[in-house]
T-cell receptor, first 114, second 112 residues
């Protein structure tokens, strides 16, 4: 079965410190991978989108970067966190299965920058 | 630009009232998905619509995909506090390659 692992679940980091959030997918190959950020009570803001290894599309300019070193691994990073980076981060993947597209989300990481 | 627009952005209703959330696409929808989420948690898949005119129900939640396949509505009958949360539509659209899009979200509050 397809599963998605995202960690850590919660993170408290000081301003100026680096960040690394990891997301791995199991049970599928060549998925499209996504990083989203969500502010409290709001919808999802697409940060990065990847169609394959080393292929990253950035939707919004910001203090964050993403990498896809392996087919089923997607990493969200920052060299120096800002207070405004606080939020809930979700990893997702989608893949075509026959004529359908299936999409799944990780359980998210709640990041607090202090 | 936002490929999938949801309206309203937020909604506050009294318990027992009906409500509707809309999801409008800029392109013809191949498949439309509805999710529910509470902030700080993962998304819960509700239902998926693919055929124009299709309608599906899950408990007191009904979703429709219009005939022209560019809009979906989610209707909740006799809302309850347990319905509160953020509702998100997601879609696979023609002419967009393999990318899966998510809507802007609708935050629903149900007042007892």
């Amino acid at each position: 079965s397809q599963t998605i692992h995202q960690w850590p679940a919660t993170l408290v980091q000081p301003v100026g410190s680096p960040l690394s959030l990891e997301c791995t997918v199991e049970g599928t190959s060549n998925p499209n991978l996504y990083w989203y950020r969500q502010a409290a009570g709001r919808g999802l803001q697409l940060l990065f989108y990847s169609v394959g290894i080393g292929q990253i599309s950035s939707e919004v300019p910001q203090n964050l970067s993403a990498s896809r070193p392996q087919d089923r691994q997607f990493i969200l990073s920052s060299k120096k966190l800002l207070l405004s980076d606080s939020g809930f981060y979700l990893c997702a993947w989608s893949v075509h299965v026959g004529v359908n597209t299936e999409a799944f989300f990780g359980q998210g990481t709640r990041l607090t920058v202090v | 630009s936002q490929e999938l627009e949801q309206s309203p952005q937020s909604l506050i209703v009294q318990e027992g009232k009906n409500l509707t959330i809309n999801c409008t696409s800029s392109k013809t929808l191949y498949g439309l998905y509805w999710y529910k989420q509470k902030y700080g948690e993962g998304l819960i898949f509700l239902m998926m619509l693919q055929k124009g005119g299709e309608e599906k129900s899950h408990e007191k939640i009904t979703a429709k995909l219009d005939e022209k396949k560019q809009q979906s509505s989610l209707h909740i009958t006799a809302s309850q506090p347990s319905h509160a949360g953020i509702y998100l539509c997601g879609a696979d659209m023609y002419g967009t390659g393999n990318q899966f899009y998510f809507g802007t979200g609708t935050s629903l509050t149900v007042i007892p």
